[in-house]
């Protein structure tokens, strides 16, 4: 008989995990349709910009997959594999933060949060410094 923060929380972690599945999924149509679309500009004209956009793409879609898989691993391991813990799968994410696949997705998303980073920034250096506007005349 767990206290009812306790249950709260680990619905919550339940219901965050499935979330992220669904945001995934959206994010690997996106990269799909991004890498046919770019794919098919380089077969037509090679271009090392293109290419260059592909290739950042596919290490932002594997790091965020590496992140995925660290955290459905990590909750499958925490309700399911060792579900009979002592304080319940709140208890196994707290003991267990630090274990390899929860710490090697963590450090993937952080990675994968850098790199987008950097993308907003060099898209707001090239609008502000070489005055890229779209205007609805």
């Not at 923060?5 to 996106?30: M, P, Y």
């Not at 380089?42 to 596919?58: A, E, F, P």
């Not at 998303?109 to 070489?130: E, G, K, N």
Request: contains cysteine; aromatic residues 16%; negative net charge.
């Amino acid at each position: 008989d767990e206290p009812a923060s306790q249950i709260f929380a680990e619905k919550t972690w339940l219901q965050g995990e499935i979330l992220a599945a669904v945001f995934w999924g959206i994010d690997f149509n996106l990269f799909v349709t991004s890498v046919i679309l770019l794919y098919g500009q380089i077969r037509r004209k090679y271009d090392r910009q293109q290419l260059g956009r592909l290739v950042y793409i596919c290490v932002l879609f594997s790091f965020g997959t590496i992140f995925m898989v660290g955290t459905t691993a990590f909750t499958q391991f925490a309700f399911i594999t060792d579900r009979n813990y002592p304080g319940g799968p709140d208890a196994v994410e707290n003991d267990f933060f630090a274990a390899p696949v929860d710490e090697g997705g963590n450090v993937a998303f952080v990675i994968q949060c850098w790199l987008a980073d950097a993308l907003l920034v060099r898209s707001s250096f090239l609008l502000r410094h070489r005055r890229y506007f779209c205007t609805d005349a």
